[in-house]
């Protein structure tokens, strides 16, 4: 167990409907970071988040919106789905500590989205 | 901005041999390189990092990285190559700044056969 949860671990829905993904980040992280891997496009940036702010955006979708909790929980909103949207979405968290104690980020075991 | 190559969609090697996982970078200025391992239905896990001063950086499961500036290269090594080892790899670097912390940019990945 990375100390990142991941809810649900899978989710079948149909195009153009909407779904919510949570994430619970490691005990003490206040970064939370959204990131989508599909067979072809690998680990895609979507938004990171800091202490409940927004800090940085990449490939999201205007489709895709995201937000992080004042317990530090972030949740990732996907609306009217598409077929291309089934990927993996992965959550992940880093600790505040100096350079030195960082390991980067400690990822979630991932959502599997299937859109049909 | 950011990024981050890996040449070699799959790599294979003999069990017993050594193995190289070959990655390139790209940062406006220094860099902190990472290596993440995924398993079949597991987030990524992380390997070992470059924050600064030794270039070769010793990590978990006998992998190793050697930092090369002037090559911006970051290649992951293992003397003698483990059927378990079969996985995949993402290389990912972030720029250093001074406040804050920058999304990890990912590679598109290397799946990694060791045959027995």
């Known amino acids: 167990d990375s100390g990142v949860t991941q809810t649900p671990k899978h989710l079948i829905t149909a195009t153009g409907q909407r779904v919510t993904l949570r994430c619970s980040p490691r005990?003490?992280?206040?970064?939370v970071y959204w990131y989508q891997q599909s067979l072809d496009q690998g680990l895609q940036f979507l938004i990171q988040?800091?202490?409940?702010?927004?800090?940085a955006k990449g490939n999201i979708l205007e489709r895709f919106s995201a937000q992080q909790f004042p317990d530090l929980h972030s949740e990732l909103n996907l609306s009217s789905l598409e077929l291309g949207d089934s990927a993996l979405y992965f959550c992940?968290?880093?600790?505040?500590?100096?350079?030195?104690?960082?390991?980067?980020?400690?990822f979630g075991s991932g959502t599997r989205l299937t859109v049909v | 901005a950011q990024s981050v190559a890996q040449p070699e969609d799959q790599v294979n090697v003999a069990e017993g041999n050594p193995l190289t996982v070959k990655c390139t970078y790209s940062v406006s200025g220094n860099p902190y390189l990472f290596w993440y391992v995924q398993y079949p239905n597991r987030g990524l896990q992380f390997l070992l990092k470059?924050?600064?001063?030794?270039?070769l950086v010793k990590g978990s499961y006998g992998f190793e990285a050697e930092f090369n500036k002037s090559q911006t290269s970051f290649h992951l090594k293992k003397p003698s190559a483990l059927v378990s080892d079969s996985a995949l790899y993402f290389c990912?670097?972030?720029?250093?700044?001074?406040?804050?912390?920058?999304?990890?940019?990912f590679g598109s990945g290397t799946r990694l056969q060791v045959q027995p």
């Open positions: 990912a670097v972030r720029e250093r700044v001074d406040t804050g912390r920058r999304a990890l940019t």
């Open positions: 470059y924050i600064t001063g030794d270039n």
């Open positions: 988040y800091y202490n409940g702010e927004e800090r």
């Open positions: 005990s003490g992280d206040l970064s």
């Open positions: 992940a968290s880093s600790s505040p500590l100096d350079i030195k104690d960082d390991y980067g980020y400690t």
